[in-house]
Structures are given as structure tokens and as C-alpha cells.
């Protein structure tokens, strides 16, 4: 994940995007630049705060999201990041959990969430992140994989 939280708009404007209105506003100014470089908005998938984008069909596959600056999302992702930088134990045991899952045939992104989330857990635990904080990024891998979102 690229640390992007100086909300910088890189398109036509030099407003910083972090004043570019309300949350919703620099929302859509954001997938409306994302969409002309070919992405589609796929909707929040049941996480408030979090909206999702699916990448242009050119063989890489990614998953991309607009955060919400300072919320849980944008920190568990900058936490997992930086532990698995200070950590290359970790970083070797996530890096072999996400290639085993990606091989897979038939794999799609919310069995693959499921299937790397015990090792991500491991990860987080190293993170400032506190007990119920961790217990919610759980409950959203989680339950990402049994509704389907």
C-alpha cells in the first residue's frame, strides 16, 4: 500500500484533496480519477469508511480502496506494512500464506481474505493497534468471507 495520506490531489487542482470538501466529496473526486484511468467503483462491500475499486482487466491483479485519512483501515494497512519491514520472519511466513492462496485455481478475494487472516493476525499483534481494534479488523476479514462482500 502507498502511504497517500497527504491527501494530495494529483489531477488538475493543487488543493490539497484533504480540503476538498467533506469525506464523501474527496470520495468522489478520487473515483472519478480512478475511473478514468479504467477502474470501477465496486461500493463500500459492507465496510463504512472504505470504498473499493476493481482494477482494469490488464493480468495484474490488486485490490485498491479509498480510505477514509486516520481510520482503522488506513492504519492496520500502514501497520501491516511497516512490521513487515522491521520483520522479515513475518514478512517470509505472510509473503508464502499469500502466494499459496493465490495459486489456487478458483480462488476469489474473499476466501483469499479469510485464508490469510490467522497470519495477519499474527502480524497485527506485533502492531500499536489495541485488542478491540484487532478484534474488528478480524471480525471484517471474517465476515467478508461469509457474506460475500
Known amino acids: 500500500m502507498r502511504d497517500c495520506t497527504d491527501g494530495r490531489n494529483r489531477g488538475s487542482s493543487p488543493e490539497p484533496l484533504a480540503t476538498a470538501g467533506n469525506w464523501r466529496d474527496r470520495v468522489e473526486i478520487a473515483i472519478a480519477a480512478l475511473s478514468l484511468a479504467g477502474f470501477r467503483h465496486a461500493g463500500d462491500r459492507g465496510i463504512p469508511g472504505r470504498e473499493s475499486l476493481e482494477a482494469p482487466d490488464d493480468g495484474l491483479r490488486r485490490n485498491v480502496y479509498v480510505c477514509e485519512s486516520g481510520s482503522l483501515h488506513v492504519r492496520n494497512h500502514l501497520a ?69 462482500s
Open 80 to 148: 501491516v506494512r511497516d512490521i513487515l519491514r522491521a520483520r522479515p520472519d513475518l514478512r517470509d511466513e505472510y509473503g508464502a500464506v499469500k502466494l499459496a492462496l493465490a495459486s489456487l485455481p478458483d480462488m476469489d478475494i474473499d476466501t483469499y481474505v479469510a485464508g490469510k487472516s490467522a497470519v495477519l493476525q499474527k502480524v497485527l499483534a506485533e502492531s500499536a493497534l489495541n485488542e478491540v481494534e484487532l478484534l474488528e479488523i478480524l471480525h471484517v476479514n471474517n465476515s467478508q468471507a461469509s457474506t460475500g
